[in-house]
């Protein structure tokens, strides 16, 4: 069964930073492109970063750009989130979210959504 | 940047009833979108992609269609389990981008 496990969440003041991780089991993690979406309160999805399955390639919204760096560790099933310069606006729940097709840098859907952490960013 | 627009808003049908959900996209995306559900308080669920091929152990009361810049999500006969918000997502110029449509929430009339 594959499951997905984020956590890393909780409040932070804005300009400060936060690490998110994403604990994934059941699958062969390294042939996974990998993608962080987030879901501002009441809001919609926002898909805002990618890595391919081999680590070489990442991927970044606009809006993260320059301040968010995805990462992996294959050798521990576990795909990371370092945010930096955080802003109110990066408010939401960040779900770790699988690609569905066992290719490097995958096709862009998802098929295995973790349950989400929440970050905060509020002084 | 390609724009997803979903339609309409707020969708209201009564249980057994068929729903017709909207979404179109800025550009062409060829095939390349996916439906999902979301329950409050739950993660996404993939539902179609491909535009037309449901996912995994998805009821067969789910279909997909459209290509280009129109698609349609239909659920044929609404079960009380299907009251959600769907989100269409492009994926056509991935990587590195992919959009997702506001939503549409369907509720119980």
């Known amino acids: 069964e594959v499951q997905l496990l984020e956590s890393g969440g909780g409040l932070v003041q804005p300009g400060g930073s936060l690490r998110l991780s994403c604990a994934a089991s059941?699958?062969?993690?390294?042939?996974?492109?990998m993608s962080w979406v987030r879901q501002a309160p009441g809001k919609g999805l926002e898909w805002v970063s990618a890595?391919?399955?081999?680590?070489?390639?990442?991927y970044y919204a606009d809006s993260v750009k320059g301040r968010f760096t995805i990462s992996r560790d294959n050798s521990k099933n576990t795909l990371y989130l370092q945010m930096n310069s955080l802003r109110a606006e990066d408010t939401a729940v960040y779900y770790c979210?699988?690609?569905?097709?066992?290719?490097?840098?995958?096709?862009?859907?998802?098929?295995?959504w973790g349950q989400g952490t929440l970050v905060t960013v509020s002084s | 940047e390609i724009v997803m627009t979903q339609s309409p808003a707020t969708l209201s049908v009564s249980p057994g009833e068929r729903a017709t959900l909207s979404c179109r996209a800025s550009?062409?995306?060829?095939?390349?979108l996916a439906w999902y559900q979301q329950k409050p308080g739950q993660a996404p669920r993939l539902l179609i992609y491909g535009a037309s091929t449901r996912a995994t152990a998805i009821p067969a009361r789910f279909s997909g269609s459209g290509s280009g810049t129109e698609f349609t999500l239909t659920i044929s006969s609404l079960q009380s389990e299907d009251f959600a918000v769907y989100y269409c997502?492009?994926?056509?110029?991935?990587?590195?981008?992919?959009?997702f449509g506001q939503g549409t929430k369907l509720e119980i009339k």
């Open positions: 979210a699988k690609d569905a097709v066992p290719a490097s840098l995958g096709v862009g859907y998802f098929d295995y």
């Open positions: 550009q062409s995306v060829s095939s390349n």
């Open positions: 890595m391919s399955g081999s680590a070489g390639s990442t």
């Open positions: 059941g699958f062969t993690f390294r042939s996974y492109a």
């Open positions: 997502q492009q994926y056509n110029i991935w990587p590195p981008e992919s959009t």
